[in-house]
């Protein structure tokens, strides 16, 4: 008897699980390219806003001007 309630709550956690991937899949709202071009970044060095398609990329850092990206980060790797 206690086998069948344990397999019962089983299935149904493997349903609730089921949906729960297939809600968390679906929505296909926002698509990733889009955000890139208003979406605001922080330079690493002075800390001034700027849109992301003006920054500059340097060692997987975002900076407002080839000089910033230089110089690198205000504070060191890791320091504070
Ligand atoms: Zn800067």
Do not use: N
Request: charged fraction near 20%.
């Amino acid at each position: 008897m206690g086998r069948l309630l344990i397999l019962l709550l089983i299935v149904l956690f493997a349903v609730w699980l089921v949906r729960r991937a297939a809600r968390r899949t679906t929505p296909p709202e926002a698509p990733p390219a889009a955000r890139t071009s208003d979406e605001l970044v922080r330079c690493m060095q002075c800390g001034v806003l700027l849109p992301r398609a003006e920054a500059r990329m340097s060692a997987g850092a975002l900076y407002c001007s080839d000089e910033h990206a230089k110089i690198g980060p205000m504070s060191g790797p890791g320091k504070r």
